[in-house]
C-alpha cells in the first residue's frame, strides 16, 4: 500500500535517496530548460541575445546540481562540475541588474532607455545625459 508514510518511510528511517533524486533532476530540468529560453530569445530578436531568466536558470539549476553531488551523489567529479559555474552566472546577473539601474529616463515621455543614448528611441528627445557627456 502507498501511503503518504511509506513514500517518506523507509524501514524507519527517511527516504532520502528520493528526495536527492528529485533535487537531481529537478536540477536538471531548470538547467536544460536555459537553453530554450535563450533559443527563443534569438529567434524572437533575429541576433543572438541572452536574456536575464537564462542567468537566473543557469544559477539556480547549477545551485540544485551542486546540492545534489555534494549531499547525495558525493562523488568528486560531478561535486567539481558544479563548484565554481555559479560564479560567472552570478557575475552577469549583477552586471545586468546594474546596468537596468544606470537607464535613464527620458524628460519628455518618461521612457526608460539603457545609458549612453544620445536621443530617446520613442519621441527623439536629447537625453540630458547626452549633453553633459564630451
Ligand atoms: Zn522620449
Partial sequence: MNSLHDLIQNNGSPHWVDFWTAIGWLGNAVFFSRFFVQWYATEKKGQVVVPA???????AGSLLMLAYAIFYDKHHVIIFAYAFTWIPYLRNLIIHYRHEKAHLACANCGTRVPPQTNFCPHCGTKLLAATSSP
Avoid at 53 to 59: D, G, K, P, Y
Wanted: avoid cysteine; glycine fraction near 0%.
Fill in 53 to 59: 531568466v537564462f542567468w537566473i536558470l543557469s544559477l
